[in-house]
């Protein structure tokens, strides 16, 4: 079993930084590809990045690319989300997973989940 706890959210203007952190808990997440998505009221639960199990390989939804950064650092069992330029179309739930599989894009194919965090973005 892996706990995850996000943390990080908030609100911030249009064009503002965020930083969300998913520290995990109960096993190593060294064995996980890790991702992060997100759930706004009215939309079904969005991809926005995902990262392989040694970081060598990272994800992006092309309404994030350019502007998010997912990171990992299997040592302190963390992950990140470093959010730039953000808009008021990013506000949501972030969410951060954890999977043993490789389908990264795909929410039903991550077995564990933390609670999230909010972002809320205003312009």
């Known amino acids: 079993q892996v706990q995850l706890v996000e943390s990080g959210g908030g609100l911030v203007q249009a064009g503002g930084s965020l930083r969300l952190s998913c520290a995990a808990s109960g096993r190593t997440i060294s064995v996980y590809a890790m991702g992060w998505f997100r759930h706004a009221p009215g939309n079904e639960r969005e991809f926005v990045a995902a990262i392989t199990r040694r970081g060598g390989s990272t994800y992006y939804a092309d309404s994030v690319k350019g502007r998010f950064t997912i990171s990992r650092d299997n040592a302190k069992n963390t992950v990140y989300l470093q959010m730039n330029n953000l808009r008021p179309e990013d506000t949501a739930v972030y969410y951060c997973?954890?999977?043993?599989?490789?389908?990264?894009?795909?929410?039903?194919?991550?077995?564990?989940w933390g609670q999230g965090t909010q972002v809320t973005v205003s312009s």
């Open positions: 997973a954890a999977e043993s599989g490789s389908f990264y894009h795909t929410p039903n194919e991550y077995d564990y």
